[in-house]
Structures are given as structure tokens and as C-alpha cells.
């Protein structure tokens, strides 16, 4: 849309132009028509050579880029504006407006989606940094709410630990988020990304085990623990239950099929009369 109104603009602007030129409607001079768009063709190539290049640039490189076509941009515009009764009096000089205008925008595009990329490739590597450090510190975090859930005594540390890593787990969670959101942009990244999602799900589970963390009493630890043996057992012994069935189904199976095979057999030898 953007582009439609430049293309409309430069069209508008030399039509009215034409219009205010005695003799526009007259052919120009063809040297001078030869001369302006030789010079027209100079700064389109020097766009063009610009856009080249910026796929492969580098922040440096394209803030250079951004400053070279401010540069050739008000060039051009003092050189339209002097000739531009013999180019609004030529349609190929006309045509090659349109496309400077184009190719400008192209160029202008293109430099910001490319800044926008380095800047978003930064911001990545950045957060892939921060989480490969935050295991080690985030357990120790665990294991001193564990001691402090330990001690009756100990119930505000324990509750001013939690409001603190509430806080930490928001700015890890906004992170991951982000860096999450620039993968999906760039799918480039997307291996990296499976990286940074097992970091951020080994600590949400360490941050689940602090916000569960609570004092409780040596008997009714013993009794946790004790329930908790009992449920794994109670799971093995299911577990253990499931998988003999599995085989007597097997073995019946089995069986079935081996007593099929010795009718057939004996079907076959019983001669016939």
C-alpha cells in the first residue's frame, strides 16, 4: 500500500510539473534526455548496489548503508527537481522515478528488517546465556527453602525466600517467553530454542518444589515419606500385576495357536477314504 501511494505521489507530482512546463508536451532535447537518464541510472545503480549487500551486513555496515542512501536520496531529489521538465516531458524518465521510488523503499525495507534481525539474534543469544546459569543457583535457592521449611522458627525467611523467587521465576518465565516469540519469527533458531525450553522446564519444576515448600512436623515428615514409599510400592506391585497378565495373555495366545497347528497336523495324516 505503501509503495501504491509513493508510485501515485511520483506520478502526481510530475504531471503537475508537466503541466506548468510550457512545452512539455514537445519532445526534449534528446541529448539532454540521453544526460538526465544517464545520471537517473547512476543513482538507481547505486541503490541497487546497496541492496546487495545488506542480506549479509552487520549492524556497522548497515547504519553506513542507512547514511549512503539519505545521501543519494537528497542528491536526487536536487537533481529531479532541476531537470524536471525533461523528465516529466519523457515517459521512460518517468518510469525510471517510479522505479528509483521503489527501489528506495525496497532498500529502506530491507535495512530495517535486517537491523531488526541482528538486533533479535542479540536479544536470543543473550537470554540462551542467562539460562544456561541459572540451574546451579535456582537448586540452591530450592535446597535453602528446604532448610528453612525445616524449623518452625524459620516460617518468615522461608515465606520472604518464596516472595523473592516468585519474582525471579516472572523474569525467567518473560525470557523464555521472548525467546520463544523470536524463534517463531526466525526458524533458524529452533534447535537452539529446544535447548533454552528443557533449561526453563527443569526450573519450573524447582520453582514448583519452593512454592510447596512448608514447615511441617519430624512425625509428619515421617508419615509423607512413609505414604510416599507406600504409593511407589503400591504403583510397583500394579505395575508388576499388569505386566504378568500381559504374559499369561501372551502364553494363552501362544498356546492357542501352537493347539491349532496340531489339529491341522492331525487333520493332514488321517488318510483319507
Known sequence: MRKLFVLILSLLTFTMVSAQVPNAEAKADPFASLEVSSRLSLFLN????LLENVSSAKQKQLKRAEKSLKGIDSKWNVYSQAHQDVIASEESLMEMVVLYEESKQLL???????????????????????????????QKLYEE????????????????????EELTFNDITARYEESKTISEEYPALSKRMEKIEEEYINIKGISEKIKAAEYKPFLDRIKDYLY??????????????????????????????????????????????
Do not use: C, W
Not at 547505486?46 to 548496489?49: A, F, S
Open 145 to 164: 527453602a528446604v532448610g528453612y521449611s525445616l524449623i518452625k522458627s524459620s516460617a518468615p525467611l522461608l515465606e520472604k525466600l518464596k516472595a523473592k
Open 228 to 273: 510416599s514409599l507406600a504409593a511407589v510400592a503400591m504403583l510397583l506391585m500394579f505395575a508388576n500385576m499388569v505386566q504378568s497378565k500381559i504374559q499369561a495373555i501372551k502364553q494363552m495366545r501362544k498356546s492357542a495357536e501352537e493347539y491349532k497347528e496340531l489339529l491341522k497336523k492331525n487333520e493332514e495324516e488321517i488318510p483319507s477314504i
Open 46 to 49: 547505486e541503490i541497487e548496489t
Open 108 to 138: 529502506s525495507d530491507s535495512i530495517q528488517s535486517q537491523l531488526h534481525k541482528l538486533d533479535s539474534y542479540d536479544k536470543f543469544e543473550d537470554i540462551e546465556e542467562f539460562f544456561e546459569t541459572q540451574n546451579e543457583p535456582y
